[in-house]
């Protein structure tokens, strides 16, 4: 009875490990982040003939250790602000101002990747006054922007998926200067999990059926050799 249970005890310990290893979240590990800006940013000498964008960007990143369960799940953090510090002096924002505005931004991954995803993207900016003029009205009252597109379906295990996303930026109020830029990361699908093989141990007979059987043997014998006394 003893080793009856104790195999179905270790089955059902297996089926155990087994699902609890199914249900494991996805570790991330966030160990990097920065960003570049392109050579169209910086500080003019004079700004009267300027070529440069004054945008300051300020890294803010701390490295990121979280967990996501399920579809859909996401962790939200800061890789970085932004600070715009265009002003109406001088004309605003210049029309030689407003070109070579790239921006890439770069996330290393220890895990579950253990490589670096770049997202890159252009800014816009509208030459003219800042925060009104012909070029808020003309462009929605943005005087500079930054849109990103996502990275989706980035593959990681035997069929694990996520997306990365960093939030707009968007400056058309010279009292709203400064801004953060954070990245989520959003998982799309989970990774296959290795199964364990549940093997079915061999039935143990039980103390009674074992004494039967030894009984059953004994008489066996017994009959045999009385039939060999008697000759038959």
């Not at 991330?28 to 945008?55: I, K, R």
């Not at 070109?99 to 290393?108: F, G, I, M």
């Not at 597109?149 to 400056?171: C, M, Q, R, Y």
């Amino acid at each position: 009875m003893t080793k009856s249970l104790t195999s179905k005890f270790i089955a059902g310990a297996l089926l155990t490990c087994a699902a609890s290893a199914m249900a494991a979240p996805v570790a991330f590990d966030v160990t990097a982040a920065s960003l570049t800006p392109g050579a169209g940013y910086g500080v003019d000498a004079h700004e009267n003939t300027g070529t440069l964008l004054d945008v300051l960007f300020t890294p803010g990143f701390s490295t990121q250790n979280f967990s996501l369960a399920s579809v859909g799940d996401q962790s939200t953090f800061l890789v970085g602000t932004l600070d715009f510090r265009e002003s109406n002096g001088n004309g605003g924002i210049l029309a030689a101002e407003t070109d070579a505005l790239d921006v890439t931004a770069s996330l290393t991954f220890a895990s579950p990747l253990g490589s670096t995803q770049t997202l890159t993207t252009t800014g816009v900016a509208t030459a003219g006054a800042i925060n009104g003029g012909a070029n808020d009205s003309a462009n929605g009252g943005v005087d500079y922007s930054l849109t990103w597109a996502a990275l989706t379906n980035i593959a990681f295990g035997t069929g694990g998926l996520f997306d990365i996303s960093l939030n707009p930026i968007t400056f058309s109020d010279t009292s709203d200067l400064n801004q953060n830029l954070s990245a989520t990361v959003t998982l799309r699908a989970l990774p296959a999990t290795t199964q364990l093989e549940i093997v079915q141990p061999a039935a143990v007979p039980e103390p009674g059926s074992l004494a039967l059987f030894a009984a059953a043997l004994t008489l066996a014998g017994l009959t045999s050799r009385r039939r060999r006394g008697t000759g038959v």
